[in-house]
């Protein structure tokens, strides 16, 4: 099966805190992509990240990391120091060949809520 | 560039209703798809295509019909609106030859009654 969990549904944390979000996927692809996208309140999905199946470095953009572990098909987003604007949805999604397409499989989503 | 662009952005239907979604993007790329999200859900693949002239059903193509025309655009209809039907719609792009995320456009808010 080729499938995305976002175990957690909503997260509310108040500013400043450090927030995980966990995603974990099912892919019987050697080769694949995963990506996290943000959707605000205003609706749009905005592309956070995208990490192939054979580059494990663990990235870190300003107050966003992302940690990828193949051992435990996880591909978990960690947000330092949050603020109110952090607030929305965030998915995590897999990249998958098929039909000569390349498809997103997305996980459910996290509502994350900032707090001032 | 304007990227990726959805025709409507709000659009609230009767039960029995038809409606066209239109999906128009200038960055040349090869492959759309159009994806509706629910609540709980995350977004769904209805229908996607890899080039002008085809199209293919995804996970869930139930009440759904596609086409493309033209490269740069993606149509979908929706024969006779449900309110199972209600739902964001996202309309998305890229090119099979760079490993890049897709673009998705800015969304489609449809409510049947």
């Known amino acids: 099966a080729q499938k995305v969990t976002q175990a957690q549904t909503e997260i509310s944390v108040v500013e400043k805190e450090d927030v995980t979000l966990d995603c974990v996927y099912e892919t019987r692809d050697t080769t694949y992509y995963l990506f996290w996208y943000k959707q605000p309140p205003s609706g749009e999905l905005v592309f956070l990240i995208r990490r192939n199946s054979f580059d494990e470095q663990n990235e870190i953009s300003g107050r966003y990391s992302w940690n990828f572990q193949k051992s435990t098909s996880s591909f978990n987003f960690t947000i330092t120091a949050s603020q109110v604007v952090d607030s929305a949805v965030y998915f995590c999604?897999?990249?998958?060949?098929?039909?000569?397409?390349?498809?997103?499989?997305f996980g459910q989503g996290t509502r994350l809520t900032i707090n001032p | 560039n304007a990227g990726v662009t959805q025709t409507p952005k709000f659009r609230v239907l009767k039960t029995g209703q038809s409606m066209t979604l239109l999906c128009a993007q200038d960055m040349n790329h090869e492959y759309m798809y159009w994806y509706r999200q629910d609540p709980g859900m995350g977004l769904r693949l209805i229908h996607y295509?890899?080039?002008?002239?085809?199209?293919a059903k995804g996970e869930v193509p139930d009440g759904y019909n596609v086409s493309r025309l033209k490269k740069q655009n993606f149509l979908l209809g929706l024969e006779s609106a449900a309110p199972s039907q209600t739902s964001v719609y996202f309309c998305a792009s890229n090119s099979p030859r760079a490993i890049y995320e897709q673009y998705f456009g800015p969304g489609t808010r449809l409510t049947v009654t």
């Open positions: 999604a897999l990249r998958i060949l098929s039909g000569g397409a390349q498809k997103l499989v």
């Open positions: 295509s890899v080039g002008e002239g085809t199209t």
